[in-house]
């Protein structure tokens, strides 16, 4: 997905650089990077960005085809458990074809609100009942163009599931709803990995789904294919204690926390982020923080679902990395995730200014969690990815700039590069309405529903 052809230049009023806000930026793009990036400089005759320009945000935890969800899963109040029998029913229906339109336009609706590269965490794997397509690797192979259409790069986490839950007697076999996630064996799931090729603007790495899903004797082999992904290791990313539920099953069947089992089976490390990381203990904490494994937070998902307030100043004081996802897309607004960061640790601990600024905006651009290390920055030789946010809509009208990310929505993204190449522009996507393209995608899901 590199851009490609003679330099461009861009020309700012302000930009979040490494260094701060800075004033009157040129950015100089060639082949996809940045090869100045330069404060203080007449536009001449580069083109004019409006705003404030930020890194390419990075969604680090995404389930595509959970975006059909939204708005659909209110009735009656219900619980995590009846929003998932939702989440089974639409997975019912998708096919290859199906799961490329949903997600494309999903994908297109992340790059509206400035992201620049998604991770999806992947486990609709296989047809009706289980049964395997032609290619196995059909259902993802439909994410490659899906992203590459909608103008981001993937990395696919290429989840393990073998189990249909866990309780204290032991892990269940999958249930019929969950027969198209599983492989059987973790070799299985390992062959199908590393037929699973990477290319321009999509790497892969994988994932445990979570200790309900994924029985401890097949921790450690999950972890190992993860690092031994060529031509470089790939990340691994888990769900960690979304639900009370999953920790009091842990505990009753191994005597373990689920964070504990993953460190007692060799799974946590930079390579590797935790998702949600919201029921932890402080020995939990101190493991994540330690090994310095990423923590994932997805603030407007666990509202939605009544998972709870994570303690995301706890995990990075003790050590651990933070990165941001908008998940099952009830939302899909990093600035809103960012923002709901520090909004949350402010309910939960009667303080305000837990997170700086600058800090979530570290959060909101950690592509280093997603195996892009050359993104997320705005300085020369990084990947060209830029999102100019609007100081002139009603939610921005009069802001401090470098204050950006508590004020703006998804709304105000005006302009967004990807690898130097414009996908967004004046707030249109280059695809076109990209409402018009979700709703071709969902709404057939819910005809027999």
């Not at 950015?27 to 580069?46: I, L």
């Not at 199906?98 to 509206?112: D, H, S």
């Not at 994924?214 to 769900?239: F, I, K, Q």
């Not at 600058?358 to 050359?374: F, I, N, Q």
Request: charged letters at 20%; a negative charge; one cysteine or more.
């Amino acid at each position: 997905m590199s851009g490609a052809g003679s330099a461009r230049r861009w020309h700012a009023a302000y930009a979040l650089l490494p260094t701060g806000l800075a004033r009157e930026v040129t950015f100089e793009v060639t082949d996809g990077r940045f090869t100045s990036v330069t404060p203080d400089s007449p536009a001449g005759g580069a083109a004019l960005l409006p705003g404030v320009v930020l890194p390419g945000l990075a969604n680090a935890h995404s389930h595509a085809f959970h975006r059909a969800l939204r708005g659909r899963t209110h009735a009656g109040g219900g619980t995590f458990w009846t929003w998932r029998e939702g989440m089974y029913a639409v997975a019912a229906q998708l096919d290859p074809d199906a799961y490329l339109a949903l997600a494309r336009a999903t994908y297109a609706e992340m790059a509206l609100a400035g992201i620049t590269c998604v991770g999806e965490f992947h486990y609709l794997h296989h047809g009706p009942g289980g049964v395997p397509y032609a290619d196995p690797n059909a259902m993802g192979e439909a994410l490659r163009p899906a992203a590459a259409e909608a103008g981001i790069r993937l990395t696919l986490l290429d989840a393990c599931y073998l189990a249909g839950g866990l309780t204290a007697d032991g892990h269940l076999p999958l249930g019929a709803e969950q027969l198209r996630f599983g492989d059987g064996t973790v070799e299985r799931w390992a062959d199908r990995l590393s037929a699973l090729r990477p290319s321009d603007g999509m790497r892969r790495g994988a994932a445990i789904h979570s200790v309900r899903a994924v029985p401890r004797e097949a921790l450690a082999p999950v972890a190992e294919a993860a690092r031994g992904l060529v031509p470089a290791a790939g990340p691994l990313h888990v769900h960690l204690s979304e639900q009370p539920a999953e920790n009091e099953a842990c505990q009753g069947f191994y005597g373990l926390t689920p964070t504990a089992l993953l460190e007692a089976e060799g799974v946590l490390g930079p390579q590797t982020t935790a998702v949600h990381a919201t029921h932890l203990t402080p020995s939990d904490i101190a493991a994540l923080g330690d090994s310095g494994t990423t923590a994932c937070f997805c603030p407007t998902t666990e509202r939605d679902l009544a998972d709870g307030i994570g303690p995301a100043r706890a995990l990075h004081a003790a050590g651990a990395a933070l990165s941001l996802g908008s998940d099952q897309h009830a939302v899909i607004d990093l600035l809103e995730e960012a923002r709901a960061l520090e909004m949350h640790e402010r309910l939960d601990s009667l303080q305000r200014g837990r997170f700086r600024p600058e800090e979530l905006l570290v959060a909101a651009t950690a592509h280093a969690s997603l195996g892009w290390e050359d993104a997320g920055r705005l300085e020369a030789g990084a990947r060209a990815d830029l999102v100019a946010v609007r100081l002139d809509s009603p939610r921005t009208a009069g802001i401090d700039p470098a204050q950006v990310l508590l004020a703006a929505t998804a709304a105000d993204v005006d302009t967004v590069l990807v690898d130097g190449r414009v996908v967004v522009e004046s707030g249109l996507h280059r695809l076109g309405d990209v409402g018009a393209l979700l709703r071709k995608a969902i709404e057939p899901l819910w005809e027999d529903m």
